[in-house]
Nanobody
Framework: QVQLAEFGGGSVQTGGSLTLSCAAS????????MGWFRQAPGKEREFVAA????????YYADSVEGRFTISRDNAKNTVYLQMNSLKPEDAAVYSC????????????????WGQGTLITVSA
């Protein structure tokens, strides 16, 4: 089965930028939508962003709209999350995920999860 692995986590100052990537171990057997979720200490996991197979449609959480951009490169089996203007409340473990539909991924209907990568934001 497909395995997902996140890269690019680290520490950044408030207002800074980071880009995360998530690589699949192999090309999926179907055209999966991809997404990013995050979970901060003491908080429930929350949806961040999602993108359909072709990259023509995206969804963003209200809290990151205008600051984060999700994109994908299917030739590399990779999805990205560019994060700008980072805030302390963005600090969390970020996980990538895949599912059969875009709206399903947005709703948490996930087929595969990555292990997660930690983002810290200094205030």
């Amino acid at each position: 089965q497909v395995q997902l692995a996140e890269f690019g986590g680290g520490s950044v100052q408030t207002g800074g930028s980071l880009t995360l990537s998530c690589a699949a171990s192999r090309r999926p057997l179907r055209n999966y939508a991809m997404g990013w979720f995050r979970q901060a200490p003491g908080k429930e996991r929350e949806f961040v962003a999602a993108i359909n197979w072709s990259g023509t449609n995206t969804y963003y959480a209200d809290s990151v709209e205008g600051r984060f951009t999700i994109s994908r490169d299917n030739a590399k089996n990779t999805v990205y999350l560019q994060m700008n203007s980072l805030k302390p409340e963005d600090a969390a473990v970020y996980s990538c995920a895949s599912g059969p539909t875009l709206v399903g991924v947005r709703a948490g209907y996930i087929e595969h999860w990555g292990q997660g990568t930690l983002i810290t934001v200094s205030a």
